[in-house]
């Protein structure tokens, strides 16, 4: 039970994390910003699926690996925003 409350915990964390950066990325228009929005869009969704998962494990290889999808993303975005000039969407 206190797993659940948890998990909600930290989805909902994860949503307000994405507002919060996707607000900055209308006003700036920075890929930086958007990247991390959809990062921590895509943990959001990422903890409640392990949540109504019946085997819950944080170990899955299908868990792990969205996660880090969403990973590289800001990967990229570094990468893009050292490299890539001063670029805007």
């Known amino acids: ?5 948890l998990l909600g915990a930290v989805a909902t964390a994860s949503l307000t994390a994405a507002l919060f950066f996707l607000r900055f990325w209308r006003e700036t228009h920075d ?5 991390f929005a959809v990062f921590f869009l895509i943990e959001a969704v990422n903890r409640v699926a392990v949540l109504f998962s019946p085997k819950p494990n ?12 969403g990973l590289l993303l800001i990967l990229a975005a570094i990468i893009s925003k050292n490299y890539g000039g001063a670029r805007k969407i």
């Open 1 to 5: 039970m206190i797993e659940a409350f």
């Open 31 to 35: 890929r930086f910003f958007l990247a």
């Open 58 to 69: 944080e170990g899955s290889p299908w868990i792990y690996s969205i996660r880090m999808v």
